[in-house]
T-cell receptor
Framework: NAGVTQTPKFRVLKTGQSMTLLCAQDMNHEYMYWYRQDPGMGLRLIHY???????AKGEVPDGYNVSRLKKQNFLLGLESAAPSQTSVYFCASSAGTTEDTQYFGPGTRLTVL | QQQVKQSPQSLIVQKGGISIINCAYE??????FPWYQQFPGKGPALLIA?????SEKKEGRFTISFNKSAKQFSLHIMDSQPGDSATYFC???????????FGAGTTVTVRA
């Protein structure tokens, strides 16, 4: 069991470039989440999904898009990267049960120049 | 605005001491309060969680105290060890929504 994996681990972009972050989970979880972590801000929810083919906005969705075409994968896209999107991005998944533990991936460190 | 306020931002404790982290919330609909632990370069991982029908939950050296009337909860790390050095996040959610609101985090450093 790999749990939650994220690709890539590091990335440097120039302003205006686009990229896609990939999250994969092998726990058959229904719920998947994308967070960004910035110093002093904690973890802020960008987008989430409650099942295959569904997506919904979180706290800070602007500038990001997501897709969940397969249950095990959740993609986060940046269409035109901005320096304000420099952050560490975490993907998480959960079963959606009452004791709702979220399992996090190792993170992607993104720098936008 | 952050729905869960966490303090302090950082703390240093001697080995064997007690670390205390406090969190406060406003939304009385929250009914699940987990704490996550994050080591440098890793993703957060669930440490311990509590529901508002109990005032305290203990797992090993980690204890959550919960005060429903004050809308506050705290994490106590007893007999702190250098291996406890990490960032700790409190969080809260309305169970059926399955979305966590996180505090800003507390970096704990345990000195040997």
């Amino acid at each position: 069991n790999a749990g939650v994996t994220q690709t890539p681990k590091f990335r440097v972009l120039k302003t205006g470039q686009s990229m896609t972050l990939l999250c994969a989970q092998d726990m058959n979880h229904e719920y998947m989440y994308w967070y960004r972590q910035d110093p002093g801000m904690g973890l802020r929810l960008i987008h989430y999904s409650v099942g295959e083919g569904t997506t919904a906005k979180g706290e800070v969705p602007d500038g990001y898009n997501v897709s969940r075409l397969k249950k095990q994968n959740f993609l986060l896209g940046l269409e035109s990267a901005a320096p304000s999107q420099t952050s560490v991005y975490f993907c998480a998944s959960s079963a959606g049960t009452t004791e709702d533990t979220q399992y996090f991936g190792p993170g992607t460190r993104l720098t936008v120049l | 605005q952050q729905q869960v306020k966490q303090s302090p931002q950082s703390l240093i404790v001697q080995k064997g001491g007690i670390s205390i982290i406090n969190c406060a919330y406003e939304n009385t609909a929250f009914d699940y309060f987990p704490w996550y632990q994050q080591f440098p370069g890793k993703g957060p991982a669930l440490l311990i969680a509590i529901r508002p029908d109990v005032s305290e939950k203990k797992e090993g050296r980690f204890t959550i105290s919960f005060n429903k009337s004050a809308k506050q909860f705290s994490l106590h790390i007893m007999d702190s060890q250098p291996g406890d050095s990490a960032t700790y996040f409190c969080a809260a959610s309305i169970s059926w929504r399955h979305k966590l609101s996180f505090g800003a985090g507390t970096t704990v450093t345990v000195r040997a």
